[in-house]
């Protein structure tokens, strides 16, 4: 019903600390990839979207999410949305520190390879 919500919200907050941690100039590896975490979440997020508008659950007027109109249905969709959405969200997430990981892990491993060729 609107699962969506809780990666998008997720990717609303890391593209605000994505552009504020690149005004700063971060060296942070994961500050650094943060876009590939934001690349997950909106594409995701755009996804489930497109999805839940297949299906009605989300109408262009008010109250926008077709649960939202029913007390007994918005407490179902609050409940996806603490168990789907979060588990979403925290499962691109964790994908993500591991791209990250074995990214950055690649990457030693060829530098010292590099500095061989060089000498």
């Known amino acids: 019903m609107a699962c969506f919500l809780v990666p998008t919200t997720e990717a ?3 593209t605000v600390i994505k552009k504020v941690a690149d005004k700063k100039g971060s060296d942070n590896i994961f500050i650094k990839k943060m876009g590939w975490l934001n690349n997950m979440l909106w594409g995701g997020s755009a996804l489930l979207a497109f999805e839940h508008v297949w299906h009605g659950e989300v109408t262009p007027w ?3 999410l077709t ?3 029913d007390p007994a249905d918005a407490a179902e969709m ?3 949305m603490f168990t789907s959405g979060v588990a979403m969200a925290v499962l691109v997430t964790l ?3 591991v791209m990250v990981l074995v990214a950055h892990a690649v990457t030693k491993k060829k530098e010292p390879a ?3 060729a060089k000498a």
């Open 62 to 64: 008010f109250p926008f």
């Open 114 to 116: 590099a500095a061989k």
């Open 95 to 97: 994908a993500w520190v």
């Open 67 to 69: 649960a939202a109109a």
């Open 12 to 14: 609303i907050v890391t």
């Open 78 to 80: 609050l409940h996806e």
